[in-house]
């Protein structure tokens, strides 16, 4: 090879060389200038909430009604009044042998309506006991013109005790024109020997299914009631959609859960013309013909049909 052709193949290499180390650099280039992928949000279709204990993100249940009664449809100051056009909404109370004897015809003045308890099971050995004001509280309410709604407390621990407490209530109201819902009052004791102590989330759902359905059956308006920490973590909502929520939070300008209930329990310290002491009270958010009803409120003129 002479030098000519020498000097060529070199003049070659370099270009090529320069060329390839061009493309690099550009491509280099392009791949820094390219748009970084947005990370994607690790709560994207979460809710920000208070459960109650803390903030926390939570992925809302399918087909479970939103709340709609926000802070805003609340008076600030004084008792707490609906200020919202979606409702009419009724003042009521709930009661047990712990208020004794009540004089139902001041009260009556105050109110709209009465829930009522029938009775209770106990925690420990699980026996039922009606509850000694019953009869004469079912009485001077109706008597006095109020709605009558019952309740009662349950520790069942399985279906067929759910079904034992349903069948309970209805021997008891038979004779009573209920015209509220019959409500399955299941609470947690902090008794380290409380029987319910370790139920989980599906028993306790099972339970309350089992209850309503009896009371469903026998044509009453069924009801489950709860505070935020069984609303949120003790109950799966998504099964109880077929019957009326009453949600407890006292002490509260609103109602403050992520889905809709129908009535909810706002104090355990009112004043109550004709009771003694401190009472539990509670609005019942019944539609407006207007407006679109919740799949778990109750319209009107509930109770047996």
Known sequence: MNALSRGRSLFYLIVTGLALLITLVLMIALFFKMPEKAPKDPHEGQVYLYDGKDWIWMTPLEGVPVNSLTAEKFSAKGTVRYLGAEYDVLRGIDVSEHQKEIDWAA??????????????????????FEDPWFEKNMRGAAQNGLKTSVYFFSQAVNVAEAIEEANFVLSRIASYNVTGPVVYDWEKVSDGEARTAEISMDTRTDCAVAFCETVRRAGYTPCVYFNRDIGYYGYDLTRLTDYMFWFTLPESRFPNFYYACSIWQYSFTEEIPGVTGSADMNLWFIPRPTSIAPENSLETGAGKT
């Open 107 to 128: 009260a009556s003045a105050a109110l709209d309506f009465a829930c009522i308890r029938v009775g209770r099971r106990g925690y420990t050995e699980g026996g039922i």
